[in-house]
């Protein structure tokens, strides 16, 4: 003999209404996966139609027809993109601007959010104030006094100019995210490693910058997104084509001795958004943590 439990109190009887609630749920449940659904296919479709073209024919992409899928799918323009082009040579550069660009910000980062918040001197908030002024700012706001600077310190097509550029875009929100992890720390920490014996750098090596490390990671992201997707400062800054950074490349992407190349160009897209990709994948779960806990406090 089975018994039949309900949610219901023993001897009382579901209303109408009560019956229709979970109704209800579930038409917003299913208009919410609808909603999320469209806005997916809406932003993944110029992903998707980018790799798509990187495998066509060019005559294929010329097509008044468009076609969903290849019909003569080919790697040639992967090719064109990385043996017909000065793509390695930028590469370079970018690998070496990005690079240079996240150890120094988020270098100075960590040191500068443990300064203003574990430490009292006058003038910390004016500090403050002006790295969040400063956040405020639009870049092409300050390119122009940016490049006369620089040009006056011969910093013009050097990769110390953009580094400095781009380490001055991405530090002031940089310090900001890592204060919140610093002041979410509480000072009985520091305070049990003073009675042990530990000296400040101690305190702050040891103790204090492991438990900022999802911080960092978030602003390495923000760090690397930003100084890796720049094409302006690069374009400007740099004058000869060899010190072009792969923004750079991709805007002037070119096979030698043939009209546009829009197959290519997509292939060179592809490539170009593939370490970005990876680089956040690798990382992803971190940001997600390393984001929120971040603005608990501020």
Known sequence: MTSITTDEPVGTVATPAARARPRRRRKRRAGSNILALVVSVIWLFPVYWMVLTSFKQRWDVLSATPAFLPENPTLQNYANALTQTTFFTNLKNSVVVVGLTLIFAI???????????????????????????????????????????FNQLGLLNQYGGLILAYVAATLPFSIWVMRGFFLAIPREVEEAAEVDGASTWTIMWRVLFPLVAPGVIASSVFSFIAAWNDYLVAYVFMKDQTMYTLPVWLASFQVPNQPTDYASQMAASVIFSLPAVIFFLIIQRNLVTGMSAGAVKG
Do not use: C, H, N
């Not at 908030?125 to 300050?142: E, F, N, R």
């Open 107 to 149: 270098l100075l980062a960590l040191f500068a959010s443990a300064a203003l918040t574990r430490f009292r001197f006058r003038g910390r908030k004016i500090i403050l104030v002006v790295i969040l002024a400063v956040q405020m700012l639009p870049g092409t706001a300050l390119l122009i006094p940016q490049f006369l600077v």
